[in-house]
């Protein structure tokens, strides 16, 4: 039961890591943007463009967020 | 259709499959190391041998879509965390990087000595693109009735760049570590843009050739915030020397 639990624990880590990393706002700002691209596309909008111009977005905004507080230090 | 058109066909649409899968395995052995990324790869081969094998023809019934889509949005995430930190790193080293980036990044943490990280991405890349490749295989080959000459065709474009991988993946040893983290971002980032719109039912325009003005696009980009950032530091650098 102990080494299950422990394998539990193992997995959730992993995918834990795997997916938020050491910035959770590029798996929610992935997350959100996808769910804009449907709901843009289901109104009869094209929607193709809206991951890419987001995505680009969440790279500037980690980058910036990761420099002040840098400097912070 | 006739038998050679089927093999042309298949061979052609399955060869563009099978550069996004070697594609993937290559960038994520480079940066990760190569036992765990190919295992994962083995370990996804097995998985499509079977649901392939056990399914046949009704493998169109999988909810393709619902891969691509999870898959997608897995990769498009590590991908841009990875295109992130690779813009970062050649913006502060220049193209060199250092040895503590390289400690930081090969292999990492590991259990039951696996590297899981590798081995999920080789996985679900060779999972995802070899059922896009048994779907071509089965659509093309049931219409034209030669599924056989299909699945030869399918198979041989398979086989074909995965020699052309093995044959020049030691070549990405010579590419400097911060470059080849920025290059394999660019790449995860690109596919996985790609596959999760495509997962949402919504077509790319172009089809397939949006995969190259995506990485195009996201190139352009990481070269902008590279240029940006190192005239930043050298801001930095040049008002604390005075």
Redesign the interface.
């Known amino acids: 039961m102990r080494r299950l639990l422990g394998w539990l624990e193992a997995f959730g880590i992993f995918w834990y890591d795997f997916v938020i990393g050491d910035d959770w706002t590029i798996a929610a700002g992935v997350a959100i943007a996808l769910g804009a691209t449907y709901g843009l596309s289901r109104a009869g909008f094209p929607a193709w463009w809206l991951l890419p111009v987001s995505a680009v977005a969440l790279v500037v905004s980690s980058i910036v967020r990761a420099r002040r507080q840098q400097r912070g230090r | 259709m006739n038998g050679g058109a089927t093999f042309a066909t298949t061979f052609l649409a399955s060869a563009v499959e099978a550069i996004e899968m070697v594609t993937i395995v290559i960038g994520v052995g480079a940066i990760r190391g190569w036992r765990s990324t190919l295992i994962g790869a083995a370990a996804g081969f097995v998985v499509l041998v079977l649901v392939g094998g056990g399914l046949g023809t009704a493998l169109t019934a999988i909810p393709i879509d619902v891969l691509r889509?999870v898959v997608g949005?897995?990769l498009?995430?590590?991908g841009?965390?990875w295109?992130?930190k690779g813009?970062?790193r050649v913006a502060a080293k220049g193209l060199a990087g250092d040895e503590e980036d390289i400690e930081a990044d090969s292999g990492g943490e590991t259990?039951f000595g696996l590297d899981?990280?590798a081995f999920?991405l080789a996985f679900k890349g060779v999972l995802l693109e070899g059922l896009e490749i048994a779907f071509i295989v089965v659509t093309f080959g049931s219409a034209s009735k030669h599924i056989w000459v299909g699945a030869l065709g399918g198979g041989s474009a398979l086989v074909l760049l995965a020699g052309l991988g093995v044959v020049f993946h030691g070549h990405l040893s010579r590419i400097p570590r911060s470059v080849l983290i920025l290059v394999v971002g660019l790449l995860l980032?690109t596919f996985g843009?790609f596959w999760?719109?495509e997962g949402?039912?919504?077509?790319?325009?172009g089809g397939d050739l949006?995969i190259p003005v995506?990485l195009g696009?996201?190139s352009s980009?990481a070269a902008a915030?590279v240029l940006v950032?190192r005239r930043e530091l050298a801001g930095l650098r040049a008002r604390e020397a005075t």
Do not use: D, H, K, N
């Not at chain 2, 949402?200 to 325009?205: F, T, Y």
């Open positions: 889509l949005t897995l498009l995430i590590f841009l965390q295109l992130r813009i970062s259990r899981w990280t999920v980032s843009t999760s719109v949402l039912s919504i077509g790319w325009p949006a995506l696009y996201y980009l915030l950032l």
